[in-house]
């Protein structure tokens, strides 16, 4: 099993900036794609970024460009950089990771518990 914790959720303007961080513990030779889904109320739950063990990244359209996500191997340790925040980016946050990619929903293996995230107007 893998436990995935995150932090640095919270409530910022619209225009700033966070910094989400999730650490991996537990059996980490098994992941290879590590990142960030979010959910907003009433929405389903959509892919924000992902990065390999090689650091190969993906984001979605409505992020790139503002949201940076980074990996230390070593650590076990996945970040999401997030700038020019704005409030349709208002969610729950989760930390994701899976040995086949997590792309999708079906292919990730291992979930966070979720950090709130909140950018008012």
């Known amino acids: 099993q893998v436990q995935l914790v995150e932090s640095g959720g919270g409530l910022v303007q619209a225009g700033g900036s966070l910094r989400l961080s999730c650490a991996a513990s537990?059996?980490?030779?098994?992941?290879?794609?590590m990142g960030w889904y979010r959910q907003a109320p009433g929405k389903q739950r959509e892919l924000v970024a992902g990065?390999?063990?090689?650091?190969?990244?993906n984001y979605a359209d409505s992020v790139k460009g503002r949201f940076t996500i980074s990996r230390d191997n070593a650590k076990n340790t996945v970040a999401l950089l997030m700038n020019s925040l704005k409030p349709e980016d208002t969610a729950v946050y989760y930390c994701?990771?899976?040995?086949?990619?997590?792309?999708?929903?079906?292919?990730?293996?291992?979930w966070g518990q979720g950090t709130q995230v909140t950018v008012s107007s």
């Open positions: 994701a990771a899976g040995w086949r990619g997590i792309a999708t929903i079906p292919r990730v293996d291992y």
């Open positions: 537990g059996r980490i030779f098994s992941i290879n794609a």
């Open positions: 990065i390999t063990s090689g650091g190969s990244t």
